[in-house]
């Protein structure tokens, strides 16, 4: 049995664990992320990686970075949440722990768990994945491989165009799909529908003290899940964007499965209900054709630290 160890990078903590070959989490530690300073992050990270590693044989360390990692898995070439630019973290850490060392997105570590050991497990050849939280990541799975892109920068789904001329997106494009699918549009389309019905949005505004601008995520799941029609129809507009999206990848990719992980799926049927039918309603011509089954993602906070731990394996 070989152990590696997989850190999850993210912009208000770091995540580390000892992964054996089945997938299996062993041992797991977390610290808290100096997020402003480039210097204590990789500090953390190193900290993370010596404690693991103490009293054991490990033979690489995987990296999973909310940012955008350059092709040789390597740089970070920049972190929205992080202090990181053109950052070497491989070597940093490498250096540092005396092990090889891989850097990947988080969002693909996240979707290679779920290829490897999670929703997709079954599948051996293709798969997509959404990450559905504050906003919209996304994995693809291609012959058994990550699909990184020539700068390795790939799979950036929820900056893929679903309205000309929309809402404005912290990308710099109007109408990507994450401003109509992701934790923040279902907290916009919430806060809409109770301004204009609150007689329909008792139970929402109940939870945000009578004030629409004070509802959060959690409030409008916690509602919908107890039936109030406003939060049930903030998770259908989400799901029915979601769906569009999902067919896209199906009619352009043809994957063996498609998986929906992220914070929201913690809604279930709420979200993956109205996303499956949207899905469904969006390749009725391809009726005839086998097409993707919509899975939820299965290794919930566990994923990124498995998949960046496997991914090492792999150097």
Not at 210 to 223: F, K, L
Not at 292 to 308: D, H, K, Q, T, Y
């Amino acid at each position: 049995m070989t152990l590696t160890i997989g850190v999850d990078v993210g912009g208000t903590k770091v995540a580390g664990g000892v992964v054996d070959d089945t997938g299996a989490v062993l041992v797991q530690t977390r610290r808290d992320t100096p997020a402003d300073d480039v210097g204590k992050t990789r500090d953390v990270i190193i900290e993370v990686v010596g404690e693991l590693a103490a009293g054991r044989t490990i033979e690489a360390v995987g990296i999973g970075a909310a940012g955008w990692i350059d092709a040789n898995r390597s740089t970070v070439l920049f972190a929205p949440n992080l202090a990181w630019r053109d950052e070497p973290l491989r070597e940093y850490v490498s250096t540092a722990v005396g092990l090889p060392v891989i850097v990947e997105n988080d969002a693909n570590v996240a979707a290679w768990a779920e290829f490897r050991y999670g929703a997709a497990r079954d599948a051996d050849d293709s798969m997509v994945m959404f990450t559905i939280g504050t906003g919209v990541g996304g994995g693809i799975v291609l012959g058994g491989e990550l699909m990184r892109g020539a700068h390795g920068i790939a799979a950036e789904l929820g900056h893929t165009l679903a309205v000309p001329d929309g809402h404005q997106c912290g990308c710099g494009r109007l109408g990507c799909i994450e401003q109509y699918a992701s934790g923040s549009a279902l907290v916009r389309f919430a806060r809409a529908g109770a301004r204009q019905e609150p007689h329909r949005a008792t139970a929402l505004l109940e939870l945000a003290g009578g004030e629409a601008e004070a509802i959060t995520g959690r409030m409008v799941t916690a509602a919908a899940q107890g039936g109030d029609p406003v939060s049930a129809e903030a998770f259908a507009q989400i799901g029915r964007w979601l769906g569009t999206s999902l067919a896209d990848m199906a009619q352009i990719l043809d994957p063996q499965t498609l998986v929906v992980g992220g914070g929201v799926i913690d809604a279930g049927d709420l979200l993956l209900g109205p996303t499956r039918r949207s899905y469904l309603d969006a390749l009725a011509q391809r009726g005839r054709l086998p097409v993707a089954e919509v899975l939820p993602a299965e290794l919930g906070n566990s994923a990124g630290v498995i998949g960046a731990a496997d991914l090492a394996r792999r150097i």
